[in-house]
């Protein structure tokens, strides 16, 4: 029934001290202004276009910070749900999203947070690739790097289901480990996958190595 992207971006920055979500991008910072860049959107602009490519739809999960993402998701093609109360925790914004994906008639999702750079074309193709090859006993795929797993990760129906039956206070990662016999980790050449970017030193240190 294909598959509907989700972007987590319902945070409040509060240690960047700016919406994550509308830092530009690709990163536009003194150490890279001499470099030969592309025009600059912004990380949830980026995380949009990325998971287009792939998905049926976006769909951006805002908190209060909803009017300010509303025009750039709105550009962009992207649905909009607002988490209520995102003061519950992220895990509750991912239950926002999900429930707006199945209202949306999709059982699949390609998840992501707003604070990481997008992964590479080909990393999203090669999640897709194993998420669609997978066997009926695997209910997602997700991606890992130099050991760490990353994001987006790619989930069937078996496990959204999983995850709109926890409780609004529970952890993804913590249900993701209960269930890693049904998990695909997939080891990928794409260091963008496990990058936070929480702070300005984090923005900054990705604008002296940004590379397109």
Same mark, same amino acid.
């Given at each position: ?21 509308? #830092?530009?991008?690709? !990163?536009?910072?003194? *150490?890279?202004? $001499?470099?030969? =860049?592309?025009? %600059? ?71 992501? #947070?707003?604070?990481? !750079?997008?992964?590479? *074309?080909?990393? $999203?193709?090669? =999640?897709?690739? %194993? ?82």
């Amino acid at each position: 029934m294909g598959i509907s992207g989700v972007i987590l971006a319902a945070g409040e920055s509060t240690r960047m001290g700016r919406d994550k979500a509308l #830092l530009p991008w690709p !990163p536009q910072t003194s *150490a890279n202004l $001499l470099k030969p =860049l592309p025009p %600059a959107g912004t990380l949830l602009s980026a995380a949009i276009e990325a998971l287009s490519r792939y998905c049926d739809m976006a769909i951006v999960v805002a908190g209060k910070n909803e009017p300010a993402l509303r025009p750039v998701a709105y550009a962009c093609g992207a649905f909009l749900a607002q988490n209520p109360a995102p003061e519950r925790g992220q895990f509750s914004s991912l239950q926002t999203g999900l429930h707006e994906v199945m209202n949306r008639g999709r059982d699949a999702a390609m998840i992501t #947070l707003v604070d990481r !750079p997008p992964a590479k *074309a080909a990393t $999203l193709q090669k =999640l897709v690739d %194993a998420f669609e090859a997978r066997d009926r006993n695997a209910w997602a795929v997700v991606p890992e790097f130099e050991g760490k797993h990353g994001h987006p990760i790619l989930i069937g129906r078996e496990m959204i289901e999983l995850f709109l039956r926890s409780a609004a206070t529970a952890n993804a990662r913590e249900i993701e480990h209960a269930n890693q016999r049904k998990i695909v980790y997939l080891p990928v050449d794409d260091s963008r996958v496990t990058v936070n970017i929480n702070t300005q030193e984090d923005y900054a240190r990705l604008g002296s190595s940004f590379e397109i």
